[in-house]
């Protein structure tokens, strides 16, 4: 069981790391350019909300596979496929978390305006300067909450893990597979205990996610 345990705290946390630096150039790019275009960008990079996780991770199961072209330039280093791999779970699982990740921080550069941004050039703050000591401390609650959605979100997936994971014990099993067999075995005892670890962990990232809003409304 602790093994499962690992295997989950560990995927979630090397999702929410990635995620957390993949999204902050998009975000940024999405709160910032004019372009009409950007609005597409933004509905492919919220479509895994309303996607099955089946259809995403069929799809998923297509392109890791061994004579997908996107697999072809990792034969040489002697990787022929990315499904039923902890590797290849992490990718699915940024793929699937990326909107959690994206629009928190892509709201809170809205929120921020173009003033501050505009107030560091003034002072002769260089772009990359003016993004590290303005942007992203303005930006830290939307950091936040991206980072409790994301783990969290990467700790309730099923259907998009266990397609591409395969749910093989010591590798790509994680808490809400191994909740899955102990029902098909029914060990109703073992699935209780696991569930309701997950449902309180559940209630304990929404209750931090409205006290970090409530107290961010009292900031401002």
Do not use: C, N
């Amino acid at each position: 069981m602790g093994e499962v345990i690992w295997t989950t705290i560990r995927l979630a946390g090397l999702t929410t790391f990635l995620l957390l630096l993949l999204a902050t150039p998009l975000a940024w790019w999405l709160a910032r350019r004019p372009a009409w275009w950007k609005e597409i960008v933004a509905a492919l990079t919220t479509l895994p909300i309303i996607l099955p996780p089946t259809v995403l991770g069929f799809y998923l199961l297509i392109a890791f596979a061994p004579s997908s072209p996107l697999m072809a330039p990792l034969h040489a280093v002697g990787i022929r496929t990315l499904a039923f791999t902890f590797e290849g779970l992490v990718i699915a699982s940024m793929i699937y978390s990326l909107p959690f990740a994206a629009q928190p921080i892509r709201a809170a550069f809205e929120a921020m305006g173009a003033q501050p941004m505009e107030v560091a050039a003034t002072l002769r703050a260089s772009p990359i300067d003016a993004f590290f000591s303005v942007a992203l401390p303005q930006a830290r609650r939307g950091y936040l909450a991206a980072a409790i959605l994301v783990f969290a979100h990467t700790v309730g997936e099923f259907g998009v893990v266990l397609m591409i994971g395969g749910a093989i014990p010591g590798r790509t099993e994680v808490i809400s597979t191994r909740i899955f067999h102990l029902v098909e075995a029914l060990d109703y005892g073992q699935a209780h205990r696991l569930s309701a670890g997950v449902a309180l962990f559940a209630f304990v990232v929404l209750l931090t996610m409205l006290l970090v809003e409530r107290r961010g409304g009292r900031a401002t």
